[in-house]
């Protein structure tokens, strides 16, 4: 049973750059959420997607955007990188019920650093 | 608002002692649930235990142990005869429609 995979595992980027960090969730999970990490932090959650919509939305500017795709897999962008967006991206994937809260599980994360 | 509380920024403790980690939280929810998760060197978060907001029940599993107090707020995990192994950082998460985390506990187990 394949867990939470992400690419790329690292990535360095330049200020003023656009980035794409990709995820694929657990089998049988339908819904992604997105965190990033700052170092010594704890995540902080961008966003979360299910059925190909953005569902909650952390307090992150409108450069991170999302998408997911028919087979509940999810891609992060940023755009116009800025120092501070280095960070570890976290994907997790979850099964959305009509109540309650579904456990994450989590995947390895995006290592990004903006030069 | 939603937050969570991990005091403790670093705890050292020598192979087999016991040590508790601390978690209080904040919430206006009446249901709600709390996670513990384990984030080794690799980074990637590794669930521990899951609770909801109405079962007080604590809970064991091995030399895991976690103590539910509503009425402090409190989420507190023990490790009982700590291994160099349960070297990680720890957070603490509080679940509804997002997942607040706290800012975690490093957990250093010397041999």
């Known amino acids: 049973d394949a867990g939470v995979t992400q690419s790329p595992t690292h990535l360095i980027k330049t200020r003023g750059q656009q980035v794409t960090l990709r995820c694929s969730p657990k089998?049988?999970?339908?819904?992604v959420s997105w965190y990033q990490q700052a170092l010594g932090q704890g995540p902080q959650f961008i966003f979360q997607?299910?059925?190909?919509?953005?569902?909650q939305r952390g307090n992150f500017p409108d450069r991170f955007s999302g998408h997911q795709f028919p087979n509940y897999s999810s891609e992060l962008n940023v755009n116009a990188l800025l120092l501070g967006d280095s960070a570890l991206y976290l994907c997790?994937?979850?099964?959305?019920?009509?109540?309650?809260?579904?456990?994450?599980?989590f995947g390895p994360g995006t290592r990004l650093t903006v030069l | 608002a939603q937050k969570v509380t991990q005091a403790q920024t670093e705890i050292s403790v020598v192979e087999k002692e016991d040590v508790t980690l601390d978690c209080v939280y904040e919430t206006r929810d009446t249901t709600y649930y709390l996670f513990w998760y384990k984030q080794p060197p690799s980074g990637e978060l590794v669930f521990l235990i899951r609770?909801?907001?109405?079962?007080?029940q604590n809970e064991i599993s091995g030399r895991y142990s976690w103590n539910f107090q509503k009425s402090t707020s409190s989420f507190n995990f023990t490790i009982t005869a700590s291994q160099v192994v349960d070297s990680a950082v720890y957070f603490c998460a509080l679940g509804g429609n997002q997942f607040y985390f706290g800012t975690g506990t490093s957990l250093t187990v010397i041999p």
């Open positions: 997790a994937s979850s099964f959305l019920k009509t109540s309650g809260t579904d456990t994450q599980y």
């Open positions: 089998s049988g999970h339908d819904t």
């Open positions: 609770r909801n907001s109405f079962d007080e």
């Open positions: 997607y299910y059925e190909e919509e953005e569902r």
